[in-house]
T-cell receptor, first 113, second 111 residues
């Protein structure tokens, strides 16, 4: 069966520090991968998605970036965090066909201080 | 642009009663409509989905109905229980393997 791993679960970082969040998927090949952010009590904002290695589409211009160095690995990064980067970050995967379910990881709670 | 409207934003029902959450989508090309349940501090979990060639789908106490003509779909939860308390999100398929999300409904089950 397929599983998605996301870490760390919680993170407290000072303003101006770098960020690296990692997500890996097991049990499937060539998944579509997604990074979402969720502010407290709010909806889901798509940040990045990838349909293949090295292919990244950005939905929201900001100081975050994403990379997909391997088929089932998706990384979210920042060189210098802002206070506004605080939130709940969710990685998700979808099978390669249209109308496939989206499966989420358990998220990373990021607090920028 | 593509959007999904979800109502109500908060729904409070007595335990044992039914709950209904409604969504309206704008893109007539959408043909896949999932519903997710998000518990506090966790990622959203798929609870039921429906494709455009089906008008209704049921899974135990949960059902989803789809009206393609009117571009709306609804989640029905019967015999609500305390563990149904959560935030529920609807979504509609968009372009480029993306989902267009509703804003969420906080469901509160009163004992």
């Amino acid at each position: 069966s397929q599983t998605i791993h996301q870490w760390p679960a919680t993170l407290v970082q000072p303003v101006g520090s770098p960020l690296s969040l990692e997500c890996t998927v097991e049990g499937t090949s060539n998944p579509n991968l997604y990074w979402y952010r969720q502010a407290a009590g709010r909806g889901l904002q798509l940040l990045f998605y990838s349909v293949g290695i090295g292919q990244i589409s950005s939905e929201v211009p900001q100081n975050l970036s994403a990379s997909r160095p391997q088929d089932r690995q998706f990384i979210l990064s920042s060189k210098k965090l802002l206070l506004s980067d605080s939130g709940f970050y969710l990685c998700a995967w979808m099978g390669g066909s249209y109308n496939s379910p989206l499966h989420f990881g358990n998220g990373t709670r990021l607090t920028v201080t | 642009g593509e959007n999904v409207e979800q109502h109500p934003s908060t729904l409070s029902v007595q335990e044992g009663d039914s709950a209904v959450i409604k969504c309206t989508y704008s893109d007539s090309a959408s043909n896949y409509f999932p519903w997710y349940k998000q518990e506090l501090g966790k990622g959203p979990q798929l609870i039921i989905d429906i494709r455009s060639n089906v008008g209704e789908k049921k899974d135990q106490r949960i059902a989803v109905t789809l009206n393609k003509t009117a571009k709306h779909f609804s989640l029905h939860i019967t015999e609500t229980q305390p563990e149904d308390s959560a935030v529920y999100f609807c979504a509609a398929s968009g372009s480029n393997y993306q989902l267009i999300w509703g804003a969420g409904t906080k469901l509160i089950i009163k004992p």
